[in-house]
């Protein structure tokens, strides 16, 4: 009994060594203090001022061929509006040429003889529009804005009496849990994932390698130590390194950006702490399997944080992407802890959706350190 | 001098493409990349599942359905009995939102009294929420006109698209450059940029660093080379694999994908050869500075990615606050990004391209500058 106590205990005290050494080496370094709490309020600030979704003024230019009442009055009407910057440009020639050279988004022609078209018989007045295609998205919203400020114009002008008479649908949209719809709220939990996943994975991954290239893995295995307390106790300072910056994260989206957390701190502390799992286990993986640091770094670049950017639904829509990539998506732990984490921040704690997440998260978490377990031997070769 | 630069670059070539998994990294993972990241950076909202909770049950809720079950943009309509039954699929983002077609909704239509519908968005997908919306009350608008016709795509907004036309006024709207409005056209010359960028970046970040950790950079700086002759032998690879990857991403982009090319190629290879060496030199600078690989990797880190947000590379310059719009002139990434839209897509006149290549020479030019007068201070 009592021996069965002693190895506890000596268990236990080989654990505290390596991860006070761990942790010795993590905070002696004086960018893991710059990691934990300056990268990440860095990106977080980034991610929240730099992308925005939400369009706000486009640069359009503006050829008047018309100089008449009607023409000036449409003019006036996108001038005014507060979509729009309009430069006015001369001719159709140069307004296609601001164009071609990305000075504006868009162009809007008036032709002339406009206003006598408006009013005549047998023929139809054209606006027309040239809108830079190349950025999908401004476009659309050219579109849009653009039809509203026509029918605008048209109503004013109580043309629209040719269109036929119907009662109108009219549609109530409501959002939930957002309910202005601003892109920042759900782009800063997404920004967090990413951090969270560069912290987790990006720096584990150079644990073991760093080790490898060093040649000082051998001085670990020469100790008493087993594989099981080697990966504890390399894991657990990042953990904490992690979670530190976690906290100053909310603290800023919360304070700052005064994001609404309509779910409870334990939530976000347990799905933080979850993700983890995976996170940290699939940089050990890396560590483990490559040999150099570099390419233990790219491996790290290419598998942990571009998913977490492109394909977590962070800034695309996963919904939207072709069904071989949503199938990708599913084995990706960021993705899971961005529903997670919007979830938790925007509408509360939804325990039906987060439970199903963690158990994800969970089980990749643990597949990656069996893998990890079995590949980290004590043998030199 | 030229002799013993010649040496560095070749010493730093041998290094760099020895190992024959050093080189397949160099090739074929940003292939990889542009593949899967020009499926996947999409702003368009497709195959939307909605759900539809019919207390109508009448023959006007039945047609609303028909039109959304019509138009291309909607792949699944999931029906409930009522909201807190959908509320459940919303919740666990099976779908974006619920419409709600109130009963009285048909006796509303054939007494023609104004009628109304309800559609509750998630909000956490704010943006394809918002999208949605846009479709939803296309197909609504469209529902308001008297029944007749076929129902409107909610994606005839491409192409050519008469927005209104009452009495004899219409606006007739062309898309340049990206008739069909395929985001892909848009992401797959921003990856070209975005791609050479990190493979600039990483290659020199790690370079110093690297014979630093190992020993091997007292070895360099008792050759006979200047310290400045080794900062620029250490520039100039990138340069190489940049512009080898760059033909390659071209290839791809042109032939594979058909995204056009209608600019000038001498101007493409200026461009790229500009931007590498304004990367490489911002490389080398963090590698000068660091002591360890994974410090320089976390250097170069916290440099990439305000690279890339603050580029125009996933959403527009013009969105951002004016600050912001300020430091993107000094972003080497937002020129390249320019250049590559006007070079691929929109056949911009040189004179135009110039003012971006300009820029990127002064940044290339001082972040070398930078880099060399660091290296040497530190090799001192």
Known sequence: ?381 | MLQRLLAIVRKELITMLRDPRARLALIIPPIIQLFIFSSAATMEVKNIALAVVDLDRGPYAADVQQRLAGSRSFTRLPRYANVASARGALEREQVIGILVLPSGFSADRTAGRPASAQLLLDGRRSNAAQITAQYVSTIMAAEGAPLSGAPPDANAAGGSAALARPANAEVVIDNWFNPNLDYRWFMLPNLVGMLSLGVALMITALSVARERELGTFDQTLVSPATPVEIALGKLLPPLLVASVQATLYLLIVTLLYGVPFRGNLLVFYAAVLTFAEACAGVGLFISSLVHTQQQAFLGAFAVLLPFALLSGFATPVENMPWWLQFVTTINPLAHMLRLMQGLFLKGASVASLAQDLVKLLEIALCTTAAAVLLFRRKAA
């Open chain 1, 1 to 381: 009994m009592s021996d069965t106590l002693t190895r506890v205990r000596s268990w236990w005290q080989q654990l505290a060594a390596i991860m006070i050494k761990e942790g010795k080496q993590v905070t002696r370094d004086p960018s893991s203090w710059i990691i934990a709490v300056v990268l990440p309020l860095t990106f977080l600030f980034l991610f929240g001022f730099g992308i925005s979704l939400d369009t706000t003024v486009v640069k359009i230019a503006m050829v008047r061929e018309d100089g008449g009442r009607d023409a000036r009055a449409f003019g006036d009407a996108l001038t005014s509006s507060k979509w729009f910057l309009v430069v006015p440009a001369t001719d159709r020639r140069s307004g296609e040429r601001l164009l071609q050279d990305q000075n504006v988004k868009a162009v809007v022609i008036i032709p002339a003889e406009f206003g006598r078209r408006l009013y005549a018989q047998n023929t139809t007045a054209q606006v027309q529009v040239l809108v830079d295609g190349a950025e999908p998205n401004t476009a659309n919203y050219v579109h849009g804005y653009v039809g509203a400020i026509w029918s605008g114009f048209l109503a004013a002008r109580g043309l629209e009496q040719g269109s036929p008479i119907a009662a109108p649908v009219s549609l109530e949209v409501r959002y939930w849990y957002n309910a202005n719809a601003v892109s920042r709220w759900f782009l800063i939990p997404g920004s967090m994932t990413v951090i969270m996943t560069l912290l987790g994975t990006l720096l584990t991954s150079l644990v073991i390698a760093r080790e490898y290239e060093r040649g000082t893995l051998e001085a670990l295995y020469a100790t008493p130590l087993t594989r099981g307390q080697i990966l504890i106790g390399k894991t657990l300072p990042y953990f904490l390194l992690a979670m530190v910056s976690m906290a100053v994260c909310v603290l800023t989206a919360l304070l700052l950006f005064q994001l609404p957390l309509r779910g409870s701190f334990l939530a976000l502390g347990l799905v933080s702490a979850v993700f983890l799992v995976p996170a940290l286990g699939q940089g050990l993986l890396i560590s483990v399997t490559m040999r150099t640091q570099m390419a233990a770094a790219q491996l790290g670049l290419m598998t942990g944080y571009l998913p977490a950017m492109m394909l977590s639904g962070f800034l695309f829509d996963i919904h939207s992407m072709p069904p071989w990539l949503q199938a990708i998506t599913l084995a990706i732990p960021a993705r899971y802890m961005n529903v997670s984490l919007q979830t938790v921040f925007l509408a509360g704690d939804l325990w039906s959706v987060l439970i199903p997440n963690m158990l994800f998260m969970l089980a990749v978490g643990a597949l990656f350190f069996g893998l990890t377990w079995r590949r980290l031997h004590k043998r030199l070769d």
